[in-house]
């Protein structure tokens, strides 16, 4: 029996008396459903239809939080579910549709989906992850189930993609530690970005005493010691191109020779690769070799940047704070620095962040928040105050124009940045009380805004938190 519990939701039109005996299967098969309640928001769920309507739609962009929470949506009639309404459920919020017919063992298939989401969702909560990959946001999260799902559920090269600062080592040393099959001893880590021409050879082939001026003793390379292992290549779009030429043989014959010797040796490890450059554009095609580039890319995952996760800032400046200050607890945050903190631009993403809240808590003295005194003065914005916090920027007009151009309306818009900011201030303040007071509401307004929620949808509600009290 699985210790997590899901819950099941059934979409009217569809037959009662279908359900308890597929949800019976479900708990010989190890899987324990609950009926589905108000109260499980954070619980991975199955959503039980008949036919693919605009109910089955509404239900699943409802329950799904817009996509953040994992949902199976599972047709119990045998209904012709063609491409285009599949993908509609997914774009609705669906994780994954499967569709009973004839002969399929809906029961195992169903059993076998939510079991390894469980646990890829169990890894995610872990300590490891939790206090090093830190982030709670939609996108982080599903980063997250992503490289987790490669890592722990497939064994070729593993490619991060990401600008610089966006955590590609540490994603690579979670994928390292997630991989049963390996050597858990650290990974091998080569900076491909730092090699120089002459001892590059040397740093992956390893070579033989006298092999070269200054070979005094024999060395073992990069191929070597990480057999039975990992072998991170950090920024491989840097790698020179005759070096390309000899890591695409090894990756695929799995024998290399040390320089000055005639001795094939065999290496057998994992690959991981990590690059700040789009190798598979046209920019590079001259610069880097595409039968490399599909060798390496056999799985790629793509770290965001810090832009594309805002709400991600303040759990990590916390983080930063409580690691960097003398009393290993987050330090507080004066409202102003908070904002400026938010709305200011990282084109270093998450090391530039740590650098800045360095530069804080150094000059940050006594028990209170840190204040706008300690932003270093070349820091501070040199624009109008309001013209740097202006949270109406471009990224924002292109979501309205996204929103228009594909019908919705003036409420369901309205409704839609509501819904945002209620569940943006609910994860960076982390109570509702906090949330409300950010928001400027009451904590009954923003209570009574959720319940409402929970009720009728996106339909008129009689309430609405956003108008205040």
Not at 135 to 151: D, F, K, P, Q, Y
Not at 311 to 333: K, R, S, W, Y
Not at 436 to 455: E, F, I, N, P, S
Request: with cysteine; charged share 25%.
């Amino acid at each position: 029996m699985l210790p997590a519990v899901i819950w099941h939701r059934v979409v009217a039109g569809l037959s009662a008396a279908a359900i308890p005996p597929f949800l019976d299967a479900l708990k010989t098969a190890g899987l324990r459903t609950i009926a589905r309640t108000d109260d499980l928001i954070d619980i991975t769920g199955l959503l039980f239809f008949h036919d693919c309507t605009a109910d089955v739609a509404q239900q699943l962009r409802e329950l799904s939080l817009g996509g953040a929470q994992r949902i199976l949506a599972v047709g119990l009639a045998p209904v012709a579910l063609d491409g285009g309404r599949a993908w509609s459920l997914l774009q609705h919020g669906a994780a994954d549709v499967l569709v009973n017919h004839p002969g399929r063992d809906l029961v195992a298939e169903v059993a076998a989906r939510i079991t390894r989401w469980l646990e890829i969702d169990r890894i995610v909560e872990s300590p490891f992850v939790r206090e090093n990959l830190i982030g709670r946001s939609r996108v982080w999260i599903a980063t997250l189930r992503g490289l987790i799902e490669a890592a722990r559920y497939t064994d070729g090269p593993l490619l991060l993609l990401g600008e610089t600062g966006t955590g590609k080592e540490l994603a690579a040393r979670l994928a390292h530690s997630l991989d049963a099959r390996r050597s858990p001893r650290a990974p091998v880590v080569v900076d491909c970005g730092t090699l120089s021409k002459e001892l590059a050879g040397s740093e992956f082939f390893g070579h033989e005493r006298g092999s070269f001026t200054g070979a005094m003793a024999a060395r073992d390379g990069a191929f070597q010691l990480a057999d039975g292992g990992t072998l991170f290549l950090d920024e491989i779009g840097e790698l020179p191109t005759s070096l390309q030429v000899e890591l695409l043989r090894v990756v695929q014959e799995q024998t290399y020779k040390r320089l000055g010797s005639n001795t094939w040796r065999q290496t057998r490890f994992r690959l991981i690769s990590a690059t700040n450059r789009d190798l598979s554009s046209d920019e590079y095609a001259a610069s880097f070799r595409r039968d490399l580039y599909y060798r390496i890319a056999s799985v790629t995952v793509r770290l965001p940047p810090l832009r594309e996760r805002p709400e991600d800032i303040l759990p990590l400046v916390a983080h930063f704070t409580a690691a960097l200050g003398p009393g290993g607890e987050p330090i507080a945050l004066d409202d102003t620095v908070r904002d400026y903190l938010i709305a200011r631009p990282y084109p270093g993403n998450i090391r530039e962040l740590r650098q800045l809240v360095g530069r804080l808590v150094h000059r940050h003295v006594g028990t209170g928040p840190i204040t706008p005194g300690d932003i270093p003065e070349d820091e501070r914005p040199s624009g109008a105050p309001t013209d740097f916090l202006d949270w109406r920027d471009a990224a924002f007009e292109r979501s309205i124009h996204r929103a228009v151009a594909q019908g919705a309306g003036l409420r369901q818009i309205g409704t839609a940045a509501t819904e945002t900011a209620i569940r943006v201030a609910l994860a960076a303040e982390g109570s509702l009380r906090d949330a409300a007071r950010r928001l400027g509401v009451t904590d009954r307004a923003l209570q009574m805004r959720r319940a409402q929620k929970q009720r009728y949808g996106d339909r008129d509600q009689p309430g609405d938190a956003s108008a205040g009290d």
